[in-house]
């Protein structure tokens, strides 16, 4: 079973393939550490553990006065393993291992005051997350796109865009929720 990493750059080479350098500019171009752990020293480790598998395949190329570099290529056991993963990703359901719920269980030493103080702070950074994500939802409106790879690509990172966008909303609403629970029960001491 290939990890998240292992198949987002399986499938950004599946779209072109590409420099590591290259796949690190789409990383942050689509905005991808917004939604999964990818270290910029992972991405390289990544592809020769991909290579190593068999799922990708590099040539070295030069460009001029630049050093080498290798071109990574996906192969077919690399478009198997690439739409095996999706398919187990989009069928299956994760379980949800947030840093809000840990420091909820351990909150024990904390009065009510902090921790209304710290979920203020949190929800603070979460409408400051969502503005950011309706800002991005807007600009991929505004793209039109002329053939089918790149309306299929803007409509994957619109979907991507509105599946966090709800989470963080959700996430607004059990902040005010447990930030008017912790002020009723202020009221009531």
């Not at 990544?46 to 192969?75: A, D, W």
């Not at 505004?142 to 299929?152: D, E």
Request: net charge positive; with cysteine; aromatic share 6%.
């Amino acid at each position: 079973m290939l990890s998240n990493i292992e198949l987002i750059l399986l499938s950004l080479i599946n779209e072109k393939p590409s420099y590591a350098y290259e796949l690190e500019k789409q990383i942050e171009s689509r905005n991808m550490r917004m939604w999964v752990k990818i270290g910029v020293a992972s991405v390289y480790q990544v592809l020769e553990r991909l290579e190593k598998k068999g799922l990708l395949v590099s040539q070295r190329e030069k460009e001029g006065k630049m050093p080498p570099r290798k071109r990574y290529h996906i192969t077919a056991p690399g478009r198997k393993a690439l739409a095996e993963g999706a398919r187990r990703l989009l069928s299956g359901l994760e379980w949800y291992y947030l840093d809000l719920n840990v420091g909820l269980e351990c909150s024990d030493l904390l009065s009510e005051a902090e921790i209304a103080a710290c979920l203020q702070k949190r929800l603070a950074k979460v409408r400051s997350n969502l503005k950011r994500l309706r800002e991005l939802s807007r600009a991929e409106g505004n793209h039109a796109s002329g053939n089918n790879a790149n309306a299929k690509k803007f409509a994957k990172k619109k979907a991507i865009i509105k599946n966090l966008s709800l989470f963080r909303e959700a996430e607004e609403n059990f902040l005010q929720a447990a930030l008017a629970t912790l002020a009723n029960n202020g009221r009531q001491e």
